[in-house]
């Protein structure tokens, strides 16, 4: 996210003036579109004054606010004079040090700042000396590519040492930093703390709520991170935040939708296209691809030349398989970046759609030279490998993927397919469990994980899958329950077989489909009902009766079924019913005596 795109997208009344900066100096960095190790995306020096002691820090504290979160809360006058002074000592050297990390000369910042003891200062240099070490550990990464050697990910040694420059850290930006540090060694609830202290202080940071959101491996834990934010759940920060992160684990509902059209009101930011963007995602992973589409033409035509999140477009036009609207979108951003991953990705999914794997492969790989974080190019190269039969090359890329982002749910269910296709069941159920974790409500997935357990046997475990799947299934669906008869049925419970496919009988009628899709269901209860002791001998005639008259497969068994079978049934139901009422008036009677 980008402030100034952000503050650009409100109505031009409701935009606050600048005010006249004084002897202070600003510090902005950029974003990049996928970086490992985030950055502020705002200035260091405020933009607007600082609030009086009697005005309210937070204009959204009044409405609500839960017990246990911090409060937000500023520096005390005296200690903002004395940083002020700090600053003002230190104010050509931090102008100096901003010039460096615009070239990325970390050392050179490291250097320069190394006496002085403003808050801002220690934090570009301690931040230049993680940014430095990052970049050592990428090198090294990179040093040992394609040996034995190499870990999944960089490992920076640093990172015990830089954790103690910041050990005792009260100000929000040093606060911030500590977070990454410790997300980044994996200890996620020291780095959660850290992050949600730093935005009790200064909630404007961006890169602090993503630090906090890289904290987070699913949708229950930021449910219980919401009550302890210091800003209330009506907050725009907490909101973009609650979007963001929901889309990041691949997981938004339609919740997330409506608070993107909350945000893109006129009480809030009604032209931004980064909260568009939010919105077209949400739509995408709720697998509405004609609303996402249209969402993001509409982006485009505010701003042809936008690139985030260009690559969500291609996979939709990619799966509405729109190869002419693909190609345009290849031919038109390939004329603005060609070094851009999105781009890359962009032309990968127009080969793959052609059926032309192999240059595919070629430049989802491009992709991830130029950001070997960018999770979707590992995971589409994935794909395209299993395409090509490769699988050995398939599960390297998954690997991959997993290694960037264990929160993704398709690098474990491509690993899974991969390892399923080597008829590696054990294998491929591990990586389906991981998969239906982080996916719980993924129809497709635990279909999956059900044809796994029907391969190696356990028809048991395979029903429960299905019976899982059909929570978040759509309720005319039958192929679920098609398959769930068959295993019942293979496991001779009949009944539970002739329940699936009643079921199926009256999900396709009330749907008007043609007979043939259901008349073998039809046949199967009848038979059920006649031959295996179901006893309901009128609902049976009745679904005979319709599969008799028509042209489907089943005329023959169904006319048998009522010639032969049906009126034996009757008989029998006849005189089990007499057998029964004459032992029950039997019993009514009770014993005679002589």
């Given at each position: 996210?980008?402030p100034n795109?952000?503050?650009?997208?409100?109505?031009?009344?409701?935009?606050r003036?600048?005010p006249?900066?004084?002897?202070?100096?600003?510090?902005?960095?950029?974003t990049?579109?996928?970086?490992?190790?985030?950055?502020?995306?705002?200035?260091?020096?405020?933009?607007?004054p600082?609030?009086?002691?009697?005005?309210?820090?937070?204009?959204?504290?009044?409405?609500?606010?839960?017990?246990?979160?911090?409060?937000?809360?500023?520096q005390?006058?005296?200690?903002?004079?004395?940083?002020?002074?700090?600053?003002?000592?230190?104010a050509?050297?931090?102008?100096m040090?901003?010039?460096?990390?615009?070239?990325?000369?970390?050392?050179r910042?490291?250097?320069w700042?190394?006496?002085?003891?403003s808050a801002k200062?220690?934090?570009?240099?301690?931040?230049?000396?993680?940014?430095?070490?990052?970049?050592?550990a990428?090198?090294?990464?990179?040093?040992?590519?394609?040996?034995?050697?190499?870990?999944?990910?960089?490992?920076?040694?640093?990172?015990?040492?830089?954790?103690?420059?910041v050990?005792?850290?009260t100000?929000?930006?040093?606060?911030?930093?500590?977070?990454?540090?410790?997300?980044?060694?994996?200890?996620?609830?020291?780095?959660i703390e850290?992050?949600?202290?730093s935005?009790s202080?200064?909630?404007?940071?961006?890169?602090?709520?993503v630090?906090l959101g890289?904290?987070?491996?699913?949708?229950?834990?930021?449910?219980?991170i919401?009550?302890?934010?210091?800003?209330?759940?009506?907050?725009?920060?907490?909101?973009?935040?609650?979007?963001?992160?929901?889309?990041?684990?691949?997981?938004?509902?339609?919740?997330?939708?409506?608070?993107?059209?909350?945000?893109?009101?006129?009480?809030?930011?009604?032209r931004?296209?980064?909260?568009?963007?939010?919105?077209?995602?949400?739509?995408?992973?709720?697998?509405?691809?004609?609303?996402a589409?249209?969402?993001?033409?509409?982006?485009?035509?505010?701003?042809?030349?936008?690139?985030?999140?260009?690559?969500i477009?291609?996979?939709?036009?990619?799966v509405?398989?729109?190869?002419?609207a693909?190609?345009?979108?290849?031919?038109?951003?390939?004329?603005?970046?060609?070094?851009?991953p999105?781009?890359?990705?962009?032309i990968?999914?127009?080969?793959?759609?052609?059926?032309?794997?192999?240059?595919?492969?070629?430049y989802f790989?491009?992709a991830?030279?130029?950001?070997?974080?960018?999770?979707?190019?590992?995971?589409?190269?994935?794909?395209?490998?299993?395409e090509?039969?490769?699988?050995?090359?398939?599960?390297?890329?998954?690997?991959?993927?997993?290694?960037?982002n264990?929160?993704?749910?398709?690098?474990?269910?491509?690993?899974?397919?991969?390892?399923?296709?080597?008829?590696?069941?054990?294998?491929?159920?591990?990586?389906?469990?991981?998969?239906?974790a982080?996916?719980?409500?993924?129809?497709?997935?635990?279909?999956?994980?059900?044809?796994?357990?029907?391969?190696?046997?356990?028809?048991?475990?395979?029903?429960?899958?299905?019976?899982?799947?059909?929570i978040?299934?759509?309720?005319q669906?039958?192929?679920?329950?098609?398959?769930?008869?068959?295993?019942h049925n293979?496991?001779?419970?009949?009944?539970e077989?002739?329940?699936?496919?009643?079921?199926?009988?009256?999900?396709c009628r009330?749907a008007?489909?043609?007979?043939?899709?259901?008349?073998k269901?039809?046949?199967?209860?009848a038979r059920?009902?006649?031959?295996?002791?179901?006893?309901?001998?009128?609902l049976?005639?009745?679904y005979l009766?319709w599969?008799?008259?028509?042209n489907?497969?089943?005329?023959?068994?169904?006319?048998e079924?009522?010639?032969?079978?049906?009126?034996?049934?009757?008989?029998r139901?006849?005189?089990?019913?007499?057998?029964?009422?004459?032992?029950?008036?039997?019993?009514?009677?009770?014993?005679?005596?002589?």
């Amino acid at each position: 996210m980008r402030p100034n795109e952000l503050l650009s997208s409100l109505h031009a009344q409701a935009r606050r003036p600048e005010p006249v900066p004084m002897a202070q100096t600003t510090f902005h960095t950029s974003t990049p579109a996928r970086s490992r190790s985030p950055r502020p995306s705002i200035s260091f020096a405020a933009q607007t004054p600082a609030p009086l002691a009697s005005e309210p820090i937070n204009p959204f504290a009044a409405l609500s606010h839960q017990p246990h979160a911090p409060t937000l809360q500023g520096q005390t006058p005296e200690a903002r004079q004395r940083e002020a002074e700090l600053e003002a000592e230190d104010a050509d050297y931090i102008a100096m040090a901003k010039t460096f990390m615009d070239s990325k000369e970390f050392l050179r910042v490291i250097h320069w700042l190394r006496h002085c003891r403003s808050a801002k200062a220690t934090f570009l240099r301690v931040y230049s000396q993680f940014l430095e070490s990052e970049k050592n550990a990428l090198r090294e990464w990179y040093r040992l590519e394609n040996t034995r050697e190499q870990p999944p990910e960089p490992v920076n040694t640093s990172l015990h040492e830089l954790l103690q420059l910041v050990a005792n850290a009260t100000d929000p930006w040093l606060l911030f930093l500590k977070a990454v540090i410790l997300c980044r060694m994996g200890r996620r609830t020291m780095a959660i703390e850290s992050a949600i202290l730093s935005i009790s202080q200064y909630p404007w940071n961006w890169s602090t709520w993503v630090a906090l959101g890289d904290c987070l491996s699913d949708g229950d834990e930021l449910s219980s991170i919401l009550p302890l934010l210091p800003l209330p759940s009506n907050h725009p920060l907490v909101m973009m935040f609650q979007v963001k992160t929901l889309n990041t684990l691949n997981s938004p509902s339609d919740n997330e939708l409506g608070l993107c059209d909350r945000l893109l009101s006129e009480d809030y930011f009604p032209r931004s296209m980064w909260i568009m963007a939010l919105r077209g995602n949400v739509l995408y992973y709720l697998h509405d691809f004609t609303s996402a589409e249209a969402q993001f033409r509409k982006i485009l035509a505010i701003d042809p030349f936008r690139v985030d999140d260009i690559d969500i477009l291609s996979n939709i036009l990619y799966v509405s398989e729109n190869s002419n609207a693909l190609s345009k979108l290849a031919h038109d951003y390939l004329a603005i970046d060609k070094d851009r991953p999105e781009i890359c990705c962009i032309i990968g999914n127009y080969y793959s759609l052609r059926g032309e794997h192999d240059k595919a492969v070629k430049y989802f790989r491009r992709a991830t030279q130029l950001d070997r974080t960018y999770l979707a190019a590992w995971t589409l190269m994935g794909h395209e490998y299993v395409e090509m039969k490769n699988s050995h090359a398939a599960i390297e890329a998954y690997r991959k993927a997993v290694d960037v982002n264990r929160k993704d749910y398709r690098a474990w269910y491509g690993l899974a397919q991969a390892y399923e296709l080597l008829g590696m069941h054990q294998y491929a159920l591990y990586y389906y469990q991981h998969a239906t974790a982080l996916r719980p409500y993924d129809v497709r997935i635990w279909q999956a994980q059900g044809m796994c357990y029907e391969e190696m046997g356990r028809q048991r475990e395979a029903i429960e899958c299905l019976r899982r799947a059909l929570i978040g299934a759509d309720p005319q669906e039958t192929t679920i329950h098609l398959k769930l008869a068959k295993l019942h049925n293979d496991l001779q419970e009949y009944k539970e077989a002739a329940t699936y496919h009643r079921r199926i009988v009256e999900v396709c009628r009330a749907a008007q489909k043609p007979i043939q899709e259901w008349s073998k269901s039809a046949v199967y209860v009848a038979r059920y009902h006649i031959l295996q002791g179901g006893g309901d001998l009128v609902l049976a005639r009745q679904y005979l009766e319709w599969v008799a008259v028509s042209n489907a497969e089943e005329v023959n068994q169904a006319n048998e079924l009522l010639r032969r079978h049906l009126p034996a049934a009757i008989i029998r139901q006849q005189q089990q019913n007499i057998a029964a009422s004459t032992q029950n008036r039997a019993a009514s009677e009770g014993p005679s005596f002589a």
